[in-house]
């Protein structure tokens, strides 16, 4: 079975940047579409960016032109970088994978297990 671990989170401060990771642990593995997910606390989560197989990017309004979700499917691998941090990018983000298992042909839908991102004024 497939496992999706997130890295890259932490404190900086407004106007910082951070770079977070989602890698496919464990072999015979492929990621296909990837979103990020962020979740403030008493908030509802809500989709960031998203990046198909073959690269095709979306992203809220709210961060375009400040972040880029892209790929390396070599390494199974989706990155976040995010520049021009604003405090209310503050968050828990969490990435969600549709993981393509090799052998049998199978899809699944797979959740990291989150990685915090805390902007300072």
């Known amino acids: 079975q497939a496992q999706l671990v997130e890295s890259g989170g932490g404190l900086v401060q407004a106007g910082g940047s951070l770079r977070l990771s989602c890698a496919a642990s464990g072999s015979g593995f492929a990621i296909n579409r990837v979103d990020w997910y962020r979740q403030a606390p008493g908030s509802q989560r809500e989709l960031v960016a998203s990046?198909?197989?073959?690269?095709?990017?979306n992203y809220v309004d709210s961060v375009k032109g400040r972040f880029t979700i892209s790929r390396d499917n070599a390494k199974n691998t989706v990155y976040l970088q995010m520049n021009s941090l604003k405090v209310e990018d503050t968050a828990t983000y969490y990435c969600?994978?549709?993981?393509?298992?090799?052998?049998?042909?199978?899809?699944?839908?797979?959740w990291g297990q989150g990685t915090q991102v805390t902007v300072s004024s």
């Open positions: 990046i198909s197989r073959g690269g095709t990017t």
């Open positions: 969600n994978a549709d993981i393509f298992t090799i052998a049998t042909g199978a899809l699944r839908n797979y």
